[in-house]
T-cell receptor, first 114, second 112 residues
Framework: DAGVIQSPRHEVTEMGQEVTLRCKLI?????LFWYRQTMMRGLELLIY????????DSGMPEDRFSAKMPNASFSTLKIQPSEPRDSAVYFC????????????FGQGTRLTVV | SQKIEQNSEALNIQEGKTATLTCNYT??????LQWYRQDPGRGPVFLLL?????KEKRKERLKVTFDTTLKQSLFHITASQPADSATYLC???????????FGSGTRLLVRP
C-alpha cells in the first residue's frame, strides 16, 4: 500500500475562493482524521470519521469548513470561502480501528490563502 | 480545561547522551498514550504506544513511561544520534470516542 495520499501537496489561492483538499486512506482502515497544523496552535484535530460516519466535528473552526467521506477510502475537506487565517498545513490520517492503534499520516497539504 | 503540554523549548543535547522528553496532560483519563516523530515538511510518524496498565515500553533505543497518577509520560532516546533530531509529539485518545489529540511537540537537536 502506498500509504495515506493527500492532494494537492501545495495550494495557493486567493481569499474568498473555494478550496478542496483530498485524502485517500490506507485500504482496510476505517478511521479517518483531519488535522490542521500551524506554528501557533500545533496539530489541531478538525474532524474524525469512523466507518464513513463523522463522529466528532467539534474542532471544525466554523461553517466555512466541511468534510465528507463519500466512500470507505476517500475523504475531502472543503473551505468555502477561504480566508488568510486558514493558511496552514492540513494533514489527514487513518487507522485500522478506533482506539489503541497507530495513526498513519499523509504528507500534508500546505495551504496559503492570499 | 483539558490540556496536553510538551516543552515548547527545543532540547539541545550532545550525541551519545540520553534525551528525555516530557508530556503532561490535564483533565484527561486516557487508556493509552502514543509518541510520534515529525520531520520538517512531513507528516508525523508513529513510534510507540503505551497503555494505562503499562509502566514502561521499550523499542530499540526508545523507552516510554506512563504515570497515570502524575498524568505524565516520559520519552527517552538513549545513545542519541544526530539523525534523531526532529520534533516529537505525544498523543492520547481524548475520550471514549477515541479521537486522537496531540501535544504541540518538542524539538530535539542532537549535536555531533
Amino acid at each position: 500500500d502506498a500509504g495515506v495520499i493527500q492532494s494537492p501537496r501545495h495550494e495557493v489561492t486567493e481569499m474568498g475562493q473555494e478550496v478542496t483538499l483530498r485524502c485517500k486512506l490506507i485500504s482496510g482502515h476505517n478511521s479517518l482524521f483531519w488535522y490542521r497544523q500551524t506554528m501557533m496552535r500545533g496539530l489541531e484535530l478538525l474532524i474524525y470519521f469512523n466507518n464513513n460516519v463523522p463522529i466528532d466535528d467539534s474542532g471544525m473552526p466554523e461553517d466555512r469548513f466541511s468534510a465528507k467521506m463519500p466512500n470507505a477510502s476517500f475523504s475531502t475537506l472543503k473551505i468555502q470561502p477561504s480566508e488568510p487565517r486558514d493558511s496552514a498545513v492540513y494533514f489527514c490520517a487513518s487507522s485500522e480501528q478506533t482506539g489503541n492503534t497507530e495513526a498513519f499520516f499523509g504528507q500534508g497539504t500546505r495551504l496559503t490563502v492570499v | 480545561s483539558q490540556k496536553i503540554e510538551q516543552n515548547s523549548e527545543a532540547l539541545n543535547i550532545q550525541e551519545g547522551k540520553t534525551a528525555t522528553l516530557t508530556c503532561n496532560y490535564t483533565n484527561y483519563s486516557p487508556a493509552y498514550l502514543q509518541w510520534y516523530r515529525q520531520d520538517p515538511g512531513r507528516g508525523p510518524v508513529f513510534l510507540l504506544l503505551i497503555r494505562e496498565n503499562e509502566k514502561e515500553k521499550r523499542k530499540e533505543r526508545l523507552k516510554v513511561t506512563f504515570d497515570t497518577t502524575l498524568k505524565q509520560s516520559l520519552f527517552h532516546i538513549t545513545a542519541s544520534q544526530p539523525a534523531d533530531s526532529a520534533t516529537y509529539l505525544c498523543a492520547l485518545a481524548a475520550d471514549s470516542s477515541y479521537k486522537l489529540i496531540f501535544g504541540s511537540g518538542t524539538r530535539l537537536l542532537v549535536r555531533p
